[in-house]
Nanobody, 121 residues
Framework: QVQLEESGGGLVQPGGSLRLSCVASGSILSINAMGWYRQAPGKERELVAIMGSRGLTNLADSVKGRFSVSRDNTKNTMSLQMNSLEAEDTAIYYC???????????????WGQGTLVAVSS
């Protein structure tokens, strides 16, 4: 079974920065797309950023210019650097990965348990 483990969440003041990390472990042959989603109370889960295996990246309009993502395919890790944080960024952030586990090539969507980011004075 493949697992994703997030870390780095916490409380930060408006205008501050946080860096979230995600580590994929288990039986992994390769990972296609890998990214971050977030969900605030009473709202639907939304895409924050996603990156393909070749580096093609999409960011939500609300975080462009403030957030960035990076991947290390050799370590199956991904980071989300969050700068100029706003109260509206408060949410549970989930790591996501589309994982290939065998040579058959069929992929599976895997989600982390989430880590809370709270932006408040």
């Amino acid at each position: 079974q493949v697992q994703l483990e997030e870390s780095g969440g916490g409380l930060v003041q408006p205008g501050g920065s946080l860096r979230l990390s995600c580590v994929a472990s288990g039986s992994i042959l390769s990972i296609n797309a890998m990214g971050w989603y977030r969900q605030a109370p009473g709202k639907e889960r939304e895409l924050v950023a996603i990156m393909g295996s070749r580096g093609l990246t999409n960011l939500a309009d609300s975080v462009k210019g403030r957030f960035s993502v990076s991947r290390d395919n050799t370590k199956n890790t991904m980071s989300l650097q969050m700068n100029s944080l706003e109260a509206e960024d408060t949410a549970i952030y989930y790591c996501y990965a589309d994982v290939i586990r065998s040579v058959i090539g069929r992929s599976e969507e895997v989600w982390g348990q989430g880590t809370l980011v709270a932006v408040s004075s």
